[in-house]
């Protein structure tokens, strides 16, 4: 089999792979078993078995197209000998299984864009991690073999044998020698790329049970894996809260228990105390959010989350996305005090997320204005 064979039906399976992604992508944004499945740069998707399409042929005896019993327009049965599905005993033969096809997190990435239709982010912040890249530049006439530029080098030799008389159209051998060896020049850049900080923040009161944080914990790795696109460098920062807030790393902020009350304003003065003493607004490209039941403790306390947004976190931050998560014992209130009073602000985002088939259009809700 040619390699030029082998090449054209992995691009082949690889188109099939994207297409069955982007037409059940909503169906895999809301299964966290897919997260289980992530390493370092990939993440292995489950699907039904792949076939690339082929024709297959006959026995010669079986007759051609258009030949044996019937007439134009008789319906096509099941043939003789062949069983209904389900019928007979207990068979021999292997059945269908569901394979995993791994996925670099890059590619998730632009399948995630394409399909929700989500815009390029243009990062607000003029902090820029400075990198060294070497880049190839030109072409010289030393260097190492691994750097042998083997186009120039063979035009060279041609060059050369054609002006000598050497060449012979007839039998067209190109010998390259010392002089025409070509190679490809490199020199060391200084690169510019633009950091965001990502702060997440989540409610661990009683009313918050192991489900609404699998909720949190799905929507997050689809918020990571498309932003993780658009910059180079993400820190990510985990805040949990129920009366007193305070930062944990991330396992502790999946696997926490819950318990006690809410107060929402320790939170988001805790997101405001890192963003002074680590990410300034005029470096950083700043994303906090935030998931909650909504439940909060009391009128007084919701005032002052409105005023922390509106003076501070709001005006420093590209996004500051809410989610809700629905749960039996949260009142769902927080949303609307924050809808009937900052509603208006393009930097925040609402979403209400009830169940897991919600996480979808609150992906789109949150990375759909490209901030």
Not at 93 to 108: A, F, K, R, S, W
Not at 265 to 278: F, G, M, P, T, W
Not at 283 to 295: L, R, V
Not at 317 to 345: I, M, P
Request: glycine share 10%; hydrophobic share 30%; charged share 30%.
């Amino acid at each position: 089999m040619s390699i030029q064979r082998v090449e054209r039906d992995l691009n082949r399976f690889r188109q099939i792979v994207r297409g069955k992604i982007k037409k059940d992508l909503r169906k895999y944004m809301s299964q966290g078993e897919m997260i289980g499945r992530q390493g370092r740069r990939y993440v292995s998707i489950p699907m039904p078995q792949i076939d690339l399409p082929q024709f297959r042929y006959g026995a010669r005896q079986g007759g051609g197209v258009g030949q044996g019993d019937g007439g134009v327009g008789d319906p096509i049965g099941q043939g003789d000998g062949q069983q209904q599905p389900g019928a007979g005993e207990a068979g021999s033969e292997p059945g269908q299984h569901v394979i995993e096809v791994d996925v670099t997190l890059e590619e998730l990435a632009q399948i995630l864009g394409e399909e929700l239709q989500l815009p390029n982010i243009e990062p607000r912040g003029k902090k820029n991690i400075i990198t060294r890249k070497d880049r190839y530049s030109g072409i010289r006439r030393v260097g190492p073999d691994s750097l042998r530029h083997f186009k120039r080098t063979y035009r060279e030799a041609l060059k050369r044998q054609v002006m000598s008389g050497e060449y012979n159209a007839a039998d067209p051998i190109i010998v390259p020698i010392r002089q025409d060896m070509r190679f490809r020049s490199w020199k060391e850049t200084l690169m510019p790329e633009s950091n965001a900080v990502i702060i997440y923040m989540m409610d661990v009161s009683g009313s918050m049970g192991t489900e609404q944080k699998e909720l949190v914990r799905i929507t997050a790795f689809w918020i990571e894996t498309w932003l993780r696109s658009q910059y180079k460098e993400i820190d990510i920062r985990y805040i949990v809260h129920d009366a007193a807030a305070r930062e944990v790393d991330h396992d502790t902020f999946y696997h926490i228990r819950e318990g006690g009350g809410t107060k929402i304003s320790s939170a988001y003065k805790l997101c405001q105390r890192l963003i002074d003493e680590r990410y300034p607004a005029t470096e950083w490209n700043i994303y906090p959010f935030h998931f909650s039941d909504g439940d909060n403790w009391g009128g007084g306390d919701t005032r002052e989350c409105i005023e922390l947004l509106r003076n501070q976190l709001l005006p420093q931050s590209n996004l500051f996305c809410y989610g809700q998560v629905r749960s039996l014992y949260g009142s769902g209130r927080f949303a609307h005090d924050l809808e009937e009073h900052l509603g208006n602000h393009e930097t925040l985002v609402i979403s209400e997320i009830a169940d897991r088939d919600d996480i979808y259009d609150a992906i789109k809700d949150f990375l759909g204005k490209g901030k």
